[in-house]
């Protein structure tokens, strides 16, 4: 007895249906009950969201092909401007009903001309009797597009006067779709997210035609109990399936082990899967050096991943431009007279702190002494102080590191360059070009270059690490230098 | 492509002008010509020369690159029926190719990258540059551009009117790229089938559209990630393989692309190797070879390798000034004519004009070697051409010679510093080079050091340095060499006899065994003691003699050819030395061109008025050079009415006290003009800008400014 029930349908296709499309009953048959039967009006526009691999794409598709509706598939990703998008949609209208070959393709630039060539399609396919659906998917696209094409899409049924269903199909909320001008509401339908059960029924569904259904949903269950955690993409998922399977396999082709053992099994496969979840997962090695490792039986080890280089071998001055530029960073202004200038003084970082912390605290405080009133004045300077050590603490504590890079002129970063290097630098045009290709590299960035002649700003964008062992190259203590480390 | 077939007389004009150019300066003498030809032959060879080596740099990269596209889509389309090719999610498979931070070199290794392809893989192949690509819809643009061109390209004209659509009446998307692979795919399908099937056999029935990013880090990351997930869309009808070109590390992948997106691709790692290593390479087979005739200098070597260390890393900037050496070299020395392989260079020199010949007598070294002659000789040389002719003939070989050896000398010596512990000499061989070009090696402290370090060498590693020398030697094409190979033979002999009678009395080492025994400290440390009093006085041993010797041996051979090359008579015909020229060509200072122009303008304009002591303002300078040094005595804020009242005081100075009276407070028209168009070609320069804190103020941009 099937779960899917609607009159307009016999048993046995329902029942193909919900065979498709496990752990998803519920909303297919609310669908089937908004489609209604096929020559029935729908409701005008359907938005359908939810987290990524929930089934979206995949249901609309099975549904539609299965009960042979006529419909139009678009991604918005893929047509990225409105025009290319409205002309997809008519081209597939020419070709989904009729099998002759595609006629000479219509120019349509605007939602007007789409509203009036759909019309012409719609009469001359003969689709006037039977409900045509629209899918739309990744429709957070169609909000970049231009403003009317949104509107226009929810409330198609009415502009064209034909029997049309507009589906969207999105990742996010309702919510942040809907335009300032308001619109039609469309009609919202969730998909959550699979629970592990449901994943564990649809991962086992396709198991290999070589080993039994049950020997494959105990490796799906451990499999889901090492990924689960950090993964719960069905497609992920299931790749990761096949990738790992002949590993899982190979105790019981060796004879070591038959297919009921599943201790043995778990023993030999747990630590791989675990180290899966490490490299291939994360795409620091490729599945397919993933595979090949498996085959030769390679420890992983051998073959580092895309994140173990991270050394980037950069000519003598530009090591120093991006030192000077992280310091320039990262180090207040005020500070730079303490650590470029030879003769500086003993100027230490308490006393500095002293400094210019007192003046804003004094001046909180003092603000809050007119307020208070000047008979407590006396008290209130004790108190003063005291207020002053706490906030001294919490100001220790607001590392620059933490707030981030800081934007800072060209000349700057030139002037600690000069004092950080040892031998004279020309400002030769090699230098400059440096600063320039540092940019491209995007070890440096450039902040807000509208103005031309006004001397460029830049941030620097490299981490602490990476620029602790590019100064390590040159021999500088970095640390020495920087403000949040004295 | 038509421009390909162009005719050559065009070139050939062009490199007559150049010819011209060539003779203009030194019009006196009459090589001009045959310095060109020279010059040009020599290049052409250089050329070549670092071109192959770039290939063969490269190769292992390419090799390793072709077998992985090879791989890439073969195993789709051979067994798609299996199980674990249905179930596995088809990712695109994608090289991420790390080349190094010399963007400059990296356009090369794309054209030799895409022709390789080209021969070995696929026709269809695309080079994305991220300037071009600001959005996607710019992407898929370029992209079918290249695509479809490259169709044209392959196959012959006959239908180019086929394919000759404008290109905006074509829909740039991804369906139209699909539908154009399936047509060119079918057609050379049916193409195959009916010509033989040898001909096409190098690319394979659907083979894979490549698509190249030049620069990753440039590209945005929305361009990136919308191109990805399209294309994973339509992997199954369009065999896509990508190739990122990195220039800093692979990270930057994880950080251009999430999670989501990077899991459509399948990323493979390629290194090609370090431009140092492809420098070191480039200096071995250019400079340190007596094949070219032509030499740098100390101080025109270390600029360049300076340009190359601190500034780019870029091997092609590297071969560039190299090549402005050789161009500067042959136009600026008219001796340059004999600056050929020996065999020309000696038939040349007997066709030497009288002019060429006072040339060589008024060369510095040429001087040197005179005065050490003999007095008759003396006025032999300095008066007799034909004699002076024979002699050039005599030192032109020696000096050929001299290369010969001093090549030999300095790897063998190289073989010495490179495995000493701090490499006192230098680790690279150039480092040495430079060393010993520069003055006499033997005289430095770090010789000294390194003589004494290798005198502590032990014995396994000195038989093994011998024997690389011993190779060294036999490989090059010297003549001197038997003598030196003969002798260091037998040095390894004599080790070989050493080791055998020291394995006849294997007793001596009884000492040592003694100390194993011991164990509480006091005794250790006694023993320790006399050990190494022993030691100090007891005479050396016979492997310690040996060694000696062998020192004692490299540093004569050091002494007799590792002479710096400025002590060589004739040395100036075949070493490029002007490296004030390089600099000021190839490290060039605008800032500092800019400020000597305008604070000092006789340096350009050469005109005697200008000429002047240093501190006042001459009003007989232009208008700008007045204008900028008045403001550089402001801050940062400079008022335009006190700038305006100096430049009229300055400019009207000249014309003395009896001027009139009445023009003093009201400024007149034509310099107030002058003013203006002055102050705004500093703006124009960069030098100040208006400013909007004050009113009639304009701002400081430079020195100072702030």
């Known amino acids: 007895m099937p779960n899917l029930e609607h009159p307009a349908y016999p048993a046995d296709t329902l029942l193909h249906l919900e065979s498709l499309m496990p752990c998803r009953e519920s909303q297919v048959s609310m669908l089937l009950s908004i489609f209604g039967e096929r020559q029935q009006f729908s409701f005008p526009s359907i938005f359908i969201y939810g987290h990524t691999s929930s089934g979206k794409t995949y249901v609309m598709q099975t549904l539609l092909n299965t009960l042979q509706l006529p419909h139009v598939f678009v991604n918005c990703v893929e047509y990225f401007t409105s025009r290319l998008l409205l002309e997809e949609i008519l081209i597939q209208l020419q070709s989904c009903s009729s099998e002759t070959e595609q006629t000479s393709h219509v120019p349509c630039d605007n939602f007007n001309d789409f509203v009036r060539l759909f019309k012409q399609a719609v009469v001359s396919r003969k689709l006037q009797d039977q409900t045509l659906y629209i899918v739309l998917d990744r429709a957070e696209q169609l909000r970049e597009m231009e403003a009317n094409i949104l509107p226009a899409f929810l409330r198609l049924q009415e502009l064209t006067d034909r029997n049309v269903t507009v589906v969207l199909l999105s990742e996010i909320v309702w919510e942040l779709f809907r335009p300032n001008t308001g619109c039609f509401e469309p009609l919202t339908l969730y998909f959550p997210d699979y629970s592990i059960g449901h994943l564990q029924k649809i991962l086992s569904q396709n198991h290999p035609p070589e080993y039994s259904a049950d020997f494959y949903a105990a490796y799906i269950n451990i499999l889901l109990g090492v990924f689960y955690m950090v993964c719960r993409d ?253 | ?347 040349r020199v007997n066709s030497l004009s009288r002019d060429q010949c006072e040339n060589i007598r008024r060369l510095p070294s040429f001087r040197r070697y005179v005065e050490n002659q003999v007095s008759e000789k003396q006025i032999l040389l300095l008066t007799a051409d034909n004699f002076l002719k024979e002699i050039t003939q005599k030192l032109l070989e020696d000096l050929h010679v001299y290369h010969e050896n001093y090549v030999s000398v300095l790897r063998c010596l190289h073989v010495f510093t490179s495995s000493l512990p701090k490499y006192p000499l230098g680790k690279q061989i150039r480092e040495l080079h430079c060393a010993c070009l520069e003055n006499q090696v033997w005289q430095t402290e770090e010789y000294e050091s390194f003589l004494q370090l290798a005198r502590m060498l032990n014995k396994s590693d000195l038989v093994t340095m011998l024997e690389q020398c011993v190779e060294i030697f036999v490989s090059s094409s010297g003549k001197e060499f038997d003598k030196i190979v003969e002798k260091l033979k037998e040095f390894l002999t004599q080790f070989q006899e050493l080791e055998e009678a020291f394995q006849e009395r294997d007793g001596s080492v009884s000492a040592q065994k003694e100390l194993q025994k011991k164990t509480d400290l006091y005794h250790l440390q006694k023993t320790l003691l006399e050990l190494k009093e022993s030691r100090r006085s007891r005479k050396l041993t016979k492997f310690e003699m040996l060694r000696f010797e062998v020192v004692e041996y490299i540093d004569s051979l050091v002494r007799a050819h590792l002479v710096p090359a400025d002590h060589k008579t004739l040395h100036e015909i075949v070493y490029f030395n002007t490296a004030s020229v390089l600099r000021g060509h190839l490290n060039a200072a605008p800032r500092v061109a800019l400020h000597t122009s305008l604070n000092n303008p006789y340096c350009y304009l050469k005109n005697q008025a200008l000429k002047n002591d240093g501190g006042n303002i001459s009003n007989k300078a232009p208008d700008i050079c007045i204008v900028y040094k008045l403001h550089l005595e402001c801050g940062r804020l400079i008022n335009l009415v006190d700038w305006l009242e100096a430049f009229s005081t300055v400019v009207t100075a000249a014309e003395g006290p009896n001027a009139d009276a009445t023009s003093s407070d009201q400024v007149d028209d034509i310099i107030h003009a002058r003013f203006i168009q002055a102050v705004s070609e500093l703006e124009l320069l960069g030098f100040i800008k208006p400013s909007k804190q004050k009113t009639d103020h304009v701002a400081r941009l430079t020195w100072g400014g702030c």
Request: glycine share 4%; aromatic share 8%.
């Open chain 1, 234 to 486: 069905l497609k992920e998922l299931q790749h990761l399936a096949v990738l790992n399977f002949s590993k899982y396999c190979e105790p019981v082709v060796r004879g070591e082990a038959n297919e009921r053992d599943t201790r043995k099994l778990w023993k030999n496969i747990e630590p791989h899967l675990k180290k899966a979840m490490q490299t291939v997962y994360l795409r620091e090695i490729s599945s397919s050096q993933w595979e090949r490792l498996q085959h030769d039986d390679g420890e992983p080890g051998q073959l580092k991943g895309l994140s173990a280089h991270t050394h980037v071998e950069l000519p003598y001055y530009s090591k120093f431009l991006l030192i000077a530029a992280y310091l320039a960073s990262y180090n207040p202004v005020r500070t730079d007279k303490r650590f470029f200038l030879k003769h500086h003084g003993k100027i230490r970082k308490t006393n500095f702190l002293k400094k210019h912390e007192k003046q804003t605290i004094c001046y909180r405080v003092g603000a809050k002494n007119r307020t208070e009133g000047i008979t407590k004045e006396r008290t209130v300077n004790e108190g003063n102080s005291n207020k002053c050590n706490v906030t001294k603490i919490n100001g220790q504590k607001t590392s620059n590191h933490l707030l981030g890079p800081k934007p800072f002129p060209l000349d700057r970063l030139l002037a600690i360059l000069y004092s950080i290097v040892d031998n004279r630098v020309a400002p030769t045009a090699n230098i400059f070009s440096q600063i320039t290709s540092l940019v491209t590299l995007q070890l440096l960035s450039v902040v807000g270059h509208n103005d031309q002649l006004d001397g460029p700003r830049y941030k620097c964008t490299v981490s602490l690490d990476f620029i602790r062992a590019i100064a390590r190259t040159v021999n500088f203590d970095i640390i020495k230098y920087l403000y949040d480390f004295l």
């Open chain 2, 1 to 347: 492509g038509c421009f390909v077939f162009k005719p050559s007389p065009k070139k050939r004009k062009l490199s007559q002008k150049t010819a011209n150019y060539f003779g203009e300066r030194n019009n006196a003498s009459e090589d001009t010509d045959l310095r060109f030809v020279t010059c040009q032959s020599l290049w052409n060879q250089i050329k070549s020369e670092t071109e192959q080596i770039q290939e063969d740099l490269n190769k292992q990269l390419f090799d390793n690159l072709v077998s992985f596209l090879r791989r890439s889509h073969s195993e789709f389309q051979e067994k798609t029926t299996e199980w674990t090719c249905r179930m596995k999610s088809r990712e695109i498979p994608t090289a991420a190719l790390v080349l190094g931070v010399n963007v400059t070199d990296h356009d090369l290794t794309f054209r030799s990258l895409s022709e390789v392809l080209q021969n070995n893989i696929t026709p269809y192949i695309a080079l994305l540059e991220a300037k071009d690509c600001p959005g996607i819809k710019n992407l898929i643009q370029k992209l079918m551009g290249q695509l479809m061109n490259c169709y044209i390209d392959v196959d012959s004209l006959e239908d180019e009117d086929h394919v000759q659509v404008s290109q905006n009446r074509i829909r740039c998307s991804m369906t139209s790229i699909i539908s154009w692979y399936q047509n060119v795919t079918k057609k050379t399908d049916s193409e195959t089938r009916s010509k033989k099937r040898t001909s096409s056999s190098r690319h394979w029935q659907s083979p894979p559209v490549v698509v190249i990013f030049k620069d990753m880090e440039s590209f945005t990351t929305k361009v990136l990630q919308d191109f990805i997930v399209i294309s994973s869309q339509h992997i199954h009808e369009l065999p896509l393989v990508l190739i990122f070109g990195i220039a800093t590390s692979p990270m930057i992948i994880h950080s251009l692309l999430p999670h989501s997106v990077s899991s459509l691709l399948c990323i493979e790692l390629f290194q090609s190797l370090s431009c140092k290593e492809h420098l070191s390479t480039i200096i071995d087979k250019l400079l340190l070879t007596a094949q070219l005739p032509f030499k740098l200098g100390e101080k025109v070597l270390q600029v360049l390798i300076n340009i190359f260390l601190y500034h780019d890393f870029s091997v092609q900037n590297f071969i560039k000034g190299f090549q402005l050496c050789v161009v500067e070299h042959f136009y600026s020395q008219p001796l340059s004519v004999l600056c050929c392989p020996l065999v020309d260079a000696k038939k």
